[in-house]
């Protein structure tokens, strides 16, 4: 049996850029895209905080060190600058690697500046 768990996620990055008429469909910063684990042309979901849409599409690189997030072509339509959104990418695995793995959590400011990382989310208290 595969299971299909949360690889990695980039939690709250600010949207910098929505160009419609660009080719590819979300530029990453590519030091976030290393730290995360994100790979270029991965199938991404998208969740947008600001708005509440949620979509699929996939990873292209922006340059280095500029903190771009570009939403692009048709996902241009269901985020705009300014909108804090989390940036998930999965991975199936047997249940013997889901067992021992851990995901890759970035976390980030309104100027997508890494807050901190961690490979664990916390228990919800109730």
Do not use: W
């Not at 947008?48 to 072509?73: C, H, K, P």
């Amino acid at each position: 049996m595969q299971l299909t768990l949360l690889k990695c996620k980039l939690h709250r990055a600010c949207v910098t850029h929505a160009e419609l008429d660009y080719e590819g469909s979300c530029a990453i910063d590519e030091r976030l895209m290393a730290l995360a684990g994100i790979r270029e042309y991965e199938q991404i979901q998208i969740y947008n905080v600001t708005n509440g849409e949620r979509f699929t599409t996939y990873a292209i690189r922006a340059e280095g060190g500029s903190r771009v997030i570009s939403v692009n072509g048709a996902a241009a339509h269901k985020a705009s600058p300014g909108d804090r959104v989390i940036i998930c990418a999965y991975a199936a695995m047997d249940a013997a690697e889901a067992a021992v793995f851990s995901p890759s959590l970035v976390y980030l400011d309104e100027h997508n500046r890494v807050t901190r990382t961690g490979d664990a989310i916390p228990a919800q208290a109730a």
